[in-house]
């Protein structure tokens, strides 16, 4: 093996891991503890001390696609024997299915949005990516800058005119209105990566292409697009997380129809106070597709992060 | 369609001329490029945030748009300077501001100082510590209540566990003097993997050739941390607090959820402030003017810190 000064020692690799070990344990508890709550009763969900061990059940995820009522003993005798599987389950309270809740609905809004908004991004920004990364563009300094800096806007501050403008075009509560909003918040960021992307493909490929006798755009379509894909789809995925998990323009400009899941999540609540094995369930479906996401694709995202941030 | 008629004259032009004329030109399609996102930004962003001003000046009150809208100059902006109430939600603002900030910071960068050690699996443990940032402010928020009940709550039993106290003698979220850090600790769980991965590539963008020039001349590793780590890593670190520095003064969602302003108006920043305002109490020109007061504050602070960054960078 060779020796260099600068590869740290065994014995310090092993102190450090230990720390980040420990450190990344603490940190996904609150996770883990999300998942576990989302399997327990709501009795095992309030106990003291806090349970670790517990006899899962699905009672969480039944709740959190239902709506319930509770019934007296003679009217439940009168509805007669459940019939599926989750009815005898929240049976066992004295309660009966009465019909389904809402989050179903507003899990496919959130898709709806979020993938609606990704691809706009993703065509919009890799156009102006590829323009800014190969073309003389006038003021072109400038206008990077005035993209940027539409990030810098609390959303709030703009919401009251977008909440007046969007009344105006019929946009409210809408899914084109969610996805043209959240497409533009999100352009500065897939611009900015693109750039950096796009910068990286060397531009003799598309000169040989060109002299090859294709047009631009086909240079463009055939040889840059092609070379950028890993780029591309790691700048999607962010711009799919950021708005899967929006939820400030959410909760002001959304209600009854095209309500996305963040705002809806917090407001579950069960036929007696808050049912929290119901909402951790709501956040389990919704949160652990991301996980999963960040963990397969860690490579691309990690770099994203930091490529998007450093660059600016 | 555009592309094929030029390409038609292009056919018929002869040989050298087609070079130019075939498809579009750069200069054109880099305007058919650029120009849909430049519209969008101006129609999404830009065009909102001009309306708003026009109404900071005016007492236009969405929920009564029958009544007639006057101009009144500066008057919202002089009440709201004024007020003392803002001033007060300024002042949580800049307190979980600062201590987000330096815990993220110490935090963020020893992470990373670790993890740059090259231990076996780093980057396993490194994506299970980014994953927090990763998810939906507002559901985690809303999570975070339970974890930091009384009695029942994991957050409350463990500090009982760890330190002897009572779980149910405390409540984070409750208390007026807890619930300032209960919102400061769960933002700092959540985005110090922000700083530390800004951190880590700022390491790792050190060639280890310095290191070893200053192993030759026998620098103490004290030394070399002080005299070559920190310095070459603080453009990236600055860029981190930026970051972060902008995102924490717009905060809504986590907040919102977990403490919803309170107790009280403890935790109440600005943007939950202006959203009481503006969607609550529906004032729609005075939360304007102080949206525009928000943002001209957020700029202005940014424009400073980004040209104490370029000094920093250059030198």
Redesign the interface.
Known sequence: MSY???E?SQR??????I???G??LI?????V??IA?SFKSPADA?????KTFFTPTVEGYVNVFTTRTRLTEEQLKAVGEPQTWYERLVRKDGLVISGPSRFAERFTNSVIIGFGSTVLCIV??T??A???SR???PLKDD?LF??L?????????????????FRSLGLNDTHAGMI??Y??VN??LS?WLLKGFIDEIPVEYEEAALID?Y????AFYKVVLPQAATGIASTAIFCL?FA??E??FA??LTSGNAQT???F??TIIGVSGQD?PA??A??TL??VP??V???LL??H??RG???G??R? | MLKSTVDRVAGATPHALAKRVRGLSDRSLAWLFVAPSIVLLLAVNIFPLIWTVRLSFTNFRVNRPNAEVQFIGLKNYLSILSDKDIWLTMQATAHFLIWTIVLQVLIGFSLAYLINKKFRGNDLWTTIIVLPMMLSPAVVGNFWTFLYQPQIGLFNYAVGFLTGADPSSFSMIGDVSLAPWAIIIVDTWMWTPFVMLICLAGLRSIPSSIYEAAECDRASKWRQFWTITIPLVLPFLMLAVLFRGIENFKMFDLVVQLTGGGPGSITELTSINLKREAFEKWRTGYASAYAVILFVTVFGLASIYVKALNKVKQR
């Open positions: 260099s000064v600068t740290p310090q690799k092993w102190f450090a891991g720390l980040v070990v450190y990344a940190t996904i508890l609150p996770l503890w999300i709550t309030i106990a003291y001390p806090p919009l920004g156009a102006a590829y323009a800014f073309f003389k563009v206008l005035f993209i800096s539409t990030r810098m806007m609390p959303p709030i501050a703009v919401a009251i005119p977008i909440f007046l403008m043209l909003l497409t533009a352009l500065s611009v006798g047009t631009r755009f086909q997380i899967w998990n939820y400030a909760v002001l899941a963040p705002p999540i917090p929290w909402v951790a709501g956040a919704f949160l991301v996980m996401f960040t963990i860690r490579k995202l990690l992060i930091t490529f941030a450093v600016k």
